[in-house]
């Protein structure tokens, strides 16, 4: 028999709270699959609702499927799998509330590049006419290795800037290095280990790792990857920076990349993927030529990206392949779609046509060459010259700062966050265990800090480290 106990209650629509009624009876159980309810002339008798209320409510549970209405014949309760009606619902379990982010002031991450120098203007008016004038080619697809005319400008920018002579042919235009490093590794197969540079950039690694290759870390001396360690590790690629190491910033000499290149001529399929990050910021002499130039055995490819000297919200970069792995790749791989947009590749390819990519270059190392300064004055003018030594080579966007105390690096980044400034460790950046005799130093990026930045933070690192 149907219970009569409802009471509203509630600021809900009266038809809402009796649907909720008669539903919570039917889940519970207490009222059984085909029972009959009654009609809705009874029901608004009995509880003192209108007809309609009943009707609402009737046709709401009719719908979800809890009540059949037969013709002539009233609504009846359909199967449900019961649930207890009176059994306290368990609170979910909740992890424990994450620890706040740090807020930090002042970042010395070497990732990105300073936004305001970025070209908005011309950038602009050369989408602008792309758009119109390339209307077409936009929504046609890309060549799967980038448009001509961008492979074309990638050509005569390395030229000019790196000494390299290549054929736009042998031009791979991808959405950023990692996912050419990653094509690279399908390209040349995950078997036979990838060596790394031990400390280096670890994504790289990691890329490989994910790629079902076996990672080996090369340690460095004074002149870059050793090449012994290399050979005694058994890898058959490596990927290396020898023109700016990330992080130390060494350059390798011509005697060690000679020995480099030696290494990939006495083995079968040995292959040395040259990063060239940073190549555009060097800021005394003449740009260190690439290793790709000094390659005679077609065993050097050749890896780049707008990232630092663009922005890295671009995604555009390249790599050279040599011409037995350009056979291989148009082979097997050509099958791959262009990563990056048509627009934004004609966009670049205008840009570097018509110069303003040599300008924005000349402009943009002026200014991080000022911030380089700035972060040695920095270091003088807070009477930190006998705590921290600043070195790194005299190219890219970060250097090394040693700090001469004998005081734990641990406790040293946890004071530099106290006062909003975070530091990053060089110890990070080792895959294998760094070593641990050496002074606390630390990896300073300066490419988003602008000179009234710089001084600002070592301001405060004077002040968390005055001990």
Known sequence: MFSLSFVPSGSAPLYQQLYRYIREKILSGR???????????????????????????????VAEGYLHSRDRSGFFVLPVVPQPGTAPVPAPS?????RPTPVYRYDFATSGGDASSFPFSTWARLSREVLSSRDQALLSA?????????RQAIVRHLYQFRGIQVSPEQIVVGAGSEFLTALLVQLLGAKGGYAVEDPGYGKIARIFHASGAE??????????????????SGARVVHATPSHHFPLGIVMPVSRRTELLRWADQGEERYIIEDDYDSEFRFSGRPIPALQGLDRSGRVIYLNTFAKSLAPSLRISYMVLPPRLLERYRRELLFYSSTVPSFEQYTLA????????????ARTRNRYQQRRTAMARAVHQEGLEGLCTISGGESGLHQLMQVHTDRAQGELTRLAAEKGVRLYPLDAYFLCEPPHSGLPTYVMGYG?????????SFHLLASAWTF
């Open 31 to 61: 009222l059984a699959s085909g029972e009959k309810l009654p009609s809705k002339r009874q029901l608004s008798k009995a509880l003192s609702v209108s007809v309609v209320t009943v009707e609402r409510a009737y046709s709401q549970l």
């Open 94 to 98: 909740l992890p424990e509330p994450a």
């Open 142 to 150: 890309a060549h799967p290795q980038g448009v001509p005319e961008l």
């Open 215 to 232: 990672v080996c870390p090369i340690p460095l001396d004074s002149q870059g990857l050793m090449v012994d360690q290399l050979e005694a």
């Open 350 to 361: 205008l840009f570097m046509e018509r110069g303003h990519m040599d300008r924005h270059i």
């Open 448 to 456: 988003k800090l602008d000179e009234t930045d710089l001084q600002d």
